[in-house]
């Protein structure tokens, strides 16, 4: 079947610290990848995609590669700040079950000054 | 600007009592879901319609309930059997195309509470 793992929380980090947030899949078929993030109260926010193997998902200084060998797609910054300080939520799709989502448990990341 | 709206923000339940979560979209998406949040437990699939006047149960169903009358609309009704309904829940639409690789997007929740 299809399942998601994520690293988990909760995170903290100083202000332009490296972030890594590991997330690895299982899929039966040909998955798309997703992160999300979302802030407290809200919705999630699509971050990132990537939807075939070797892609590079990218966004406000996030990066994501989907690495079909190691099954994973990690998320990456290289300088977080205070106002990234949410929750993040590995994702995938995939089209053999019908384009439903499976997401992670999501990981909580706290950015201190 | 194109989104999901739900509505109410917040919401208190009487116990025996039905209460209805609206969700509507304007993005002309195809694709309709239902998602309960719980502390730690990440987003778990309750209901999701592909087209109008269908839509399929997903993980936990039980003690909810749906329609899908128009595109733009997925009300979800927790019913008077979910013995545990206080949890964040929200919704999502997606284009739906066979491809797989369109993002879900999400409003910004309904909280649902027991008085």
């Known amino acids: 079947g299809n399942s998601v793992t994520q690293m988990e929380g909760p995170v903290t980090l100083s202000e332009e610290a490296f972030l890594t947030i590991n997330c690895t899949y299982t899929a039966t078929g040909y998955p798309s990848l997703f992160w999300y993030v979302q802030y407290p109260g809200e919705g999630l926010q699509l971050l990132l995609k990537?939807?075939?193997?070797?892609d590079k998902g990218s966004n406000k200084g996030f990066e994501a590669t989907y690495r079909k060998e190691t099954t994973s797609f990690h998320l990456e910054k290289g300088s977080v700040q205070v106002s990234d300080s949410a929750v993040y939520f590995c994702a995938l799709s995939d089209r053999s079950t019908g384009n439903q989502f499976y997401f992670g448990t999501g990981t909580s990341l706290t950015v201190i000054p | 600007d194109g989104g999901i709206t739900q509505s109410p923000k917040y919401l208190f339940r009487k116990e025996g009592q039905n209460v209805t979560l609206s969700c509507e979209q304007n993005l002309n998406h195809d694709a309709m879901y239902w998602y309960r949040q719980d502390p730690g437990q990440g987003l778990r699939l309750i209901y999701y319609?592909?087209?109008?006047?269908?839509?399929q149960k997903g993980d936990i169903a039980e003690g909810y309930s749906v329609s899908r009358e128009k595109k733009e609309s997925f009300p979800l009704t927790v019913t008077s059997a979910q013995k545990n309904p206080t949890a964040f829940y929200l919704c999502?639409?997606?284009?739906?195309?066979?491809?797989?690789?369109?993002?879900?997007?999400f409003g910004d929740g309904t909280r649902l509470s027991i008085l």
């Open positions: 319609s592909q087209i109008v006047n269908d839509f």
């Open positions: 990537a939807t075939k193997a070797d």
């Open positions: 999502a639409s997606s284009p739906g195309t066979p491809s797989g690789n369109q993002p879900q997007h």
